[in-house]
C-alpha cells in the first residue's frame, strides 16, 4: 500500500517537473522569437534611413559615388535577405560598406558639419547600436534555449517535443570583423 | 578580492548571493523582534497564552508593508516630482540621443523602452524609478548630458537600466516594509516597557534563567533596532549598486566606459540638489556629495548608500581587464 503510495507521488512529481520543463522551453522559445523581431524593427530602420544619408550627402561627397553605389547595392542585398544566417551575412557586408563610407566622410569637413548630415549620423550610429545590442540579446537569449535543450535531464523533453535549436545571428563577413574604429559619437 | 578580478558574470552573482544573505539576517531580525515582543508581551506560547497566533509580528509586517506598497504605487510620480523631473521629448534634438541611448540600452536588457526625463540641474547624476520594468522611468540631470561622451552617458543608463532589470525598486521597497515593521515594534515596545512591561511574568515558560536572558537579548536589540535595521538596508543598497555596475557593464560589454564616467561623476564637487535624501539609493551617484561616500573607513562605509566610487571603479576597470 504504501508502496503504491510513493510509487504515484513519484509519477506526479515527474509529471509536475516535465510541465514545468516543457514551459520554461516555449517562454524561452517565444524570446528568441521576440528577440529575432528586435533586430528585425532594427534593419528594417537602417534600410530605411540609408536612401535618406545617401541623399544627403550626395552633393558633397561627388568624387566618392562609387562607395555610395555600394552601399546602395549592400542595402538592396540586405532587404532582400532570408533566413538567419543569410540575413547576418548580407547585413555584415552593409555594415562594411557604411563604415567605409563613415571613414571617408571624415575628409569632407563642410559635410560634417552640416547639421542634417549630424543627426543622420547620430540616427544611423544609434541604429548599428541597436542592432548590435539586439543582436547580443538575441544570441544570449538563443544560447539560453539550446543550452536547455541540450542539458540532461532537459534534452529528453526537448527530444518528445521536437525543439529545434535556434540559429545564433553571428558575423560572417571578413570585412565587419575588422570594421575601422571610426569615432562617430557626437560630442555634446 | 585577491587573485584575478572578477568578470562581468562573477560580479553580478557574488552580489545576488550577499544581497540574499542580508535579506535572510534582516528576516530574521525582524522575526525575532516580533516574536520577541509577542512571546515577553504579549504572551503568545505561554501556559495561559493570550493569543493562538504571533498577533504583533503579522501585525507589524502587514502595516510596514502596507506602507510600502503605497509608496511604491505613487512613488514614481513623487519621485520625479520631487526632483523637478521634466518630461523629455523625443523629438526635442537635445534630447534625441539620450532617447536612442536609452532605446539601445533597453533593447540591451530586452525590457521596454522607459520615459526618459531631464532634471534641469547642473551636477551630473542620474537615476532610475519605477515598479516593475513595463513602468519605469529614465531620469538624468541635464549636467550629465552636458559632462559626458555618448559612451559614459550609454554607460550610465545602462547602469540604470540595470536597477530596472534588477529589479531593485521593488526590493527597496521590501526593506522599507521591513524597516517600517522594526519602528512599529521598537515604538510599541518602548512604549510598553514604561508602562511596566505587559504580561512578561506569567509568560516566562522556560522557567527563570534562559528566559530571562532572551528577554535581556530582545531588549537590547529592541534598543538598537533602528541603528541595526539602517545598517541592514544601507548594506543591501550597496551591494545592488555593484550589482547594477556589473548589469550595466554586461548591457553594454564596456566597463571602462563607466568608470570614466564615475571618474567625472566623482570629480563634479557640487551635490546634486535636486535630488533628495530618499531617492538617493536609486542614483549612479550619492547626491548628498562626497561627504559620506568619499570618506573611506569602516563606520564611513557601513551607513553609505553607495560603495565608495574608488572602489567602484577599481572593480569595473578589473571588469574590463578581464574582458578585453
Given at each position: 500500500?504504501?508502496?503504491?503510495?510513493?510509487?504515484?507521488?513519484?509519477?506526479?512529481?515527474?509529471?509536475?517537473?516535465?510541465?514545468?520543463?516543457?514551459?520554461?522551453?516555449?517562454?524561452?522559445?517565444?524570446?528568441?522569437?521576440?528577440?529575432?523581431?528586435?533586430?528585425?524593427?532594427?534593419?528594417?530602420?537602417?534600410?530605411?534611413?540609408?536612401?535618406?544619408?545617401?541623399?544627403?550627402?550626395?552633393?558633397?561627397?561627388?568624387?566618392?559615388?562609387?562607395?555610395?553605389?555600394?552601399?546602395?547595392?549592400?542595402?538592396?542585398?540586405?532587404?532582400?535577405?532570408?533566413?538567419?544566417?543569410?540575413?547576418?551575412?548580407?547585413?555584415?557586408?552593409?555594415?562594411?560598406?557604411?563604415?567605409?563610407?563613415?571613414?571617408?566622410?571624415?575628409?569632407?569637413?563642410?559635410?560634417?558639419?552640416?547639421?542634417?548630415?549630424k543627426?543622420?549620423?547620430?540616427?544611423?550610429?544609434?541604429?548599428?547600436?541597436?542592432?548590435?545590442?539586439?543582436?547580443q540579446?538575441?544570441?544570449?537569449?538563443?544560447?539560453?534555449f539550446?543550452?536547455?535543450?541540450?542539458?540532461?535531464?532537459?534534452?529528453?523533453?526537448?527530444?518528445?517535443f521536437?525543439?529545434?535549436?535556434?540559429?545564433?545571428?553571428?558575423?560572417?563577413?571578413?570585412?565587419?570583423?575588422?570594421?575601422?574604429?571610426?569615432?562617430?559619437?557626437?560630442?555634446? | 578580492?585577491?587573485?584575478?578580478?572578477?568578470?562581468?558574470?562573477?560580479?553580478?552573482?557574488?552580489?545576488?548571493?550577499?544581497?540574499?544573505?542580508?535579506?535572510?539576517?534582516?528576516?530574521?531580525?525582524?522575526?525575532?523582534?516580533?516574536?520577541?515582543?509577542?512571546?515577553?508581551?504579549?504572551?503568545?506560547?505561554?501556559?495561559?497564552?493570550?493569543?493562538?497566533?504571533?498577533?504583533?509580528?503579522?501585525?507589524?509586517?502587514?502595516?510596514?508593508?502596507?506602507?510600502?506598497y503605497?509608496?511604491?504605487?505613487?512613488?514614481?510620480?513623487?519621485v520625479?516630482?520631487?526632483?523637478?523631473?521634466?518630461?523629455?521629448?523625443?523629438?526635442?534634438?537635445r534630447?534625441?540621443?539620450?532617447?536612442?541611448?536609452?532605446?539601445?540600452?533597453?533593447?540591451?536588457?530586452?525590457?521596454?523602452?522607459?520615459?526618459?526625463?531631464?532634471?534641469?540641474?547642473?551636477?551630473?547624476?542620474?537615476?532610475?524609478?519605477?515598479?516593475?520594468?513595463?513602468?519605469?522611468?529614465?531620469?538624468?540631470?541635464?549636467?550629465?548630458?552636458?559632462?559626458?561622451?555618448?559612451?559614459?552617458?550609454?554607460?550610465?543608463?545602462?547602469?540604470?537600466?540595470?536597477?530596472?532589470?534588477?529589479?531593485?525598486?521593488?526590493?527597496?521597497?521590501?526593506?522599507?516594509?521591513?524597516?517600517?515593521?522594526v519602528?512599529?515594534?521598537?515604538?510599541?515596545?518602548?512604549?510598553?516597557?514604561?508602562f511596566?512591561?505587559?504580561?512578561r511574568?506569567?509568560?516566562?515558560?522556560?522557567?527563570g534563567?534562559?528566559?530571562?536572558?532572551?528577554?535581556v537579548?530582545?531588549?537590547?536589540?529592541?534598543?538598537?533596532?533602528?541603528?541595526?535595521?539602517?545598517?541592514?538596508?544601507?548594506?543591501?543598497?550597496?551591494?545592488?549598486?555593484?550589482?547594477?555596475?556589473?548589469?550595466?557593464?554586461?548591457?553594454?560589454?564596456?566597463?571602462?566606459?563607466?568608470?570614466?564616467?564615475?571618474?567625472?561623476?566623482?570629480?563634479?564637487?557640487?551635490?546634486?540638489?535636486?535630488?533628495?535624501?530618499?531617492?538617493?539609493?536609486?542614483?549612479?551617484?550619492?547626491?548628498?556629495?562626497?561627504?559620506?561616500?568619499?570618506?573611506?573607513?569602516?563606520?564611513?562605509?557601513?551607513?553609505?548608500?553607495?560603495?565608495?566610487?574608488?572602489?567602484?571603479?577599481?572593480?569595473?576597470?578589473?571588469?574590463?581587464?578581464?574582458?578585453?
Amino acid at each position: 500500500m504504501s508502496f503504491f503510495l510513493i510509487f504515484v507521488l513519484i509519477v506526479i512529481g515527474v509529471i509536475v517537473w516535465a510541465i514545468a520543463q516543457y514551459n520554461s522551453l516555449v517562454t524561452l522559445k517565444n524570446q528568441v522569437a521576440n528577440g529575432w523581431k528586435q533586430i528585425d524593427v532594427q534593419l528594417k530602420r537602417r534600410h530605411d534611413l540609408i536612401p535618406n544619408l545617401v541623399n544627403t550627402v550626395k552633393g558633397y561627397m561627388e568624387f566618392e559615388q562609387e562607395t555610395l553605389q555600394k552601399v546602395i547595392a549592400a542595402r538592396n542585398a540586405a532587404v532582400g535577405a532570408t533566413g538567419v544566417a543569410d540575413a547576418a551575412a548580407k547585413e555584415g557586408a552593409l555594415s562594411g560598406a557604411l563604415s567605409r563610407l563613415f571613414a571617408l566622410a571624415e575628409n569632407y569637413p563642410t559635410l560634417k558639419a552640416n547639421e542634417n548630415v549630424k543627426q543622420l549620423q547620430e540616427e544611423l550610429s544609434s541604429t548599428e547600436n541597436k542592432i548590435s545590442f539586439a543582436r547580443q540579446f538575441y544570441n544570449d537569449i538563443a544560447t539560453k534555449f539550446n543550452i536547455a535543450q541540450q542539458v540532461f535531464p532537459g534534452n529528453i523533453i526537448a527530444g518528445i517535443f521536437g525543439f529545434t535549436p535556434s540559429e545564433l545571428f553571428e558575423i560572417t563577413d571578413a570585412a565587419e570583423r575588422n570594421v575601422p574604429q571610426v569615432d562617430l559619437s557626437l560630442k555634446k | 578580492m585577491a587573485g584575478t578580478p572578477a568578470n562581468i558574470y562573477e560580479q553580478q552573482s557574488a552580489n545576488r548571493r550577499n544581497t540574499t544573505v542580508v535579506m535572510a539576517a534582516f528576516v530574521l531580525f525582524v522575526g525575532f523582534l516580533g516574536f520577541g515582543f509577542d512571546a515577553f508581551i504579549l504572551g503568545f506560547g505561554g501556559e495561559d497564552a493570550l493569543l493562538a497566533y504571533p498577533v504583533a509580528t503579522i501585525l507589524a509586517l502587514l502595516l510596514g508593508g502596507f506602507s510600502a506598497y503605497n509608496g511604491l504605487q505613487s512613488g514614481a510620480v513623487s519621485v520625479l516630482r520631487s526632483a523637478g523631473a521634466e518630461p523629455a521629448p523625443a523629438e526635442d534634438p537635445r534630447y534625441r540621443q539620450l532617447h536612442n541611448v536609452v532605446e539601445e540600452m533597453a533593447i540591451a536588457a530586452g525590457v521596454p523602452k522607459p520615459q526618459v526625463f531631464v532634471i534641469p540641474d547642473g551636477d551630473p547624476n542620474a537615476f532610475a524609478t519605477g515598479k516593475d520594468p513595463a513602468n519605469a522611468s529614465i531620469a538624468v540631470t541635464r549636467g550629465l548630458l552636458e559632462q559626458l561622451t555618448r559612451e559614459e552617458l550609454q554607460a550610465v543608463v545602462a547602469h540604470e537600466m540595470g536597477h530596472v532589470r534588477n529589479y531593485d525598486i521593488r526590493l527597496m521597497t521590501v526593506v522599507a516594509a521591513l524597516i517600517g515593521a522594526v519602528m512599529l515594534l521598537t515604538e510599541l515596545g518602548m512604549r510598553t516597557m514604561r508602562f511596566g512591561g505587559g504580561r512578561r511574568k506569567s509568560s516566562s515558560r522556560s522557567g527563570g534563567g534562559g528566559g530571562a536572558i532572551l528577554f535581556v537579548i530582545w531588549l537590547i536589540a529592541l534598543i538598537l533596532a533602528p541603528f541595526i535595521s539602517r545598517l541592514l538596508a544601507m548594506a543591501v543598497s550597496r551591494q545592488r549598486e555593484f550589482l547594477a555596475d556589473a548589469s550595466g557593464a554586461e548591457l553594454t560589454r564596456n566597463p571602462s566606459a563607466l568608470a570614466s564616467a564615475l571618474e567625472k561623476i566623482d570629480a563634479a564637487v557640487e551635490p546634486t540638489r535636486s535630488i533628495k535624501k530618499g531617492t538617493a539609493h536609486l542614483c549612479i551617484a550619492n547626491p548628498l556629495g562626497g561627504d559620506i561616500n568619499d570618506r573611506e573607513g569602516f563606520v564611513a562605509d557601513l551607513f553609505a548608500t553607495h560603495p565608495p566610487i574608488r572602489k567602484r571603479i577599481m572593480l569595473l576597470k578589473g571588469m574590463a581587464y578581464q574582458h578585453a
